[in-house]
């Protein structure tokens, strides 16, 4: 892994900005926003897909405590129906950025995109949850987030194993979707969902 980047820019307050949950059929996709404090480390930030689950768990408690500022945002299964799965990311991470309550002065999004209506300048920077600590602080919240929010609807729709897939399309939620049809967590749009649909 290529070592992290200086988090200084220009000496700008500097937020990180990713999402987690665009592969998935069912749930929204989240986004978070992080103000890292240069005075106040953590170490151990890295890709959150590259961390256990008791890693990332750990470290989102440490960034929410160490961080200068940090925002979680979403946009729902409607939204992404309605805008398509990129765009919906897009809003989930202005939403993010427009959340801090640090207001900063220049974002770092994961991607290769930058999303429309942000509050401050921003670069696009291609794998960035492994080049910068803020990108990978972003990342690890909106993972954990999502996956939190995945694993309670487990719960209410017991006979879909989303605590086990978090919605992704594997043979068992595959099946489950055959079994049992649709839930309001589902996303039309995608194609695996809309074979189910149109009962292909």
Known sequence: MEPFVSE?????LLAGVDEAGRG??????????VILDPNNPIEGL???KKLSE???EALFDEIKQKALSYAIA?????EIDELNILHASMLAMSRAVAALQVAPEHALIDGNRIPKALICPAEA????????QAISAASILA????????????????????????GYPTAVHLQALKDHGLTPLHRRSFGPVKRIIEGS
């Open 24 to 33: 998935p059929l069912a749930g929204e996709v989240v986004a978070a926003a």
């Open 125 to 132: 920077v291609v794998k960035g949850d492994a080049r910068h």
């Open 74 to 78: 979403s946009a729902s299964v409607a």
């Open 143 to 166: 993972k954990v987030s999502r996956d939190r929010d995945i694993v309670a609807y487990g719960q209410e729709y017991p006979q879909y194993g989303f605590e086990k897939h978090k």
């Open 8 to 12: 200084v820019y220009l000496g700008s």
């Open 46 to 48: 890295a890709d959150s």
């Open 54 to 56: 008791k890693k990332r």
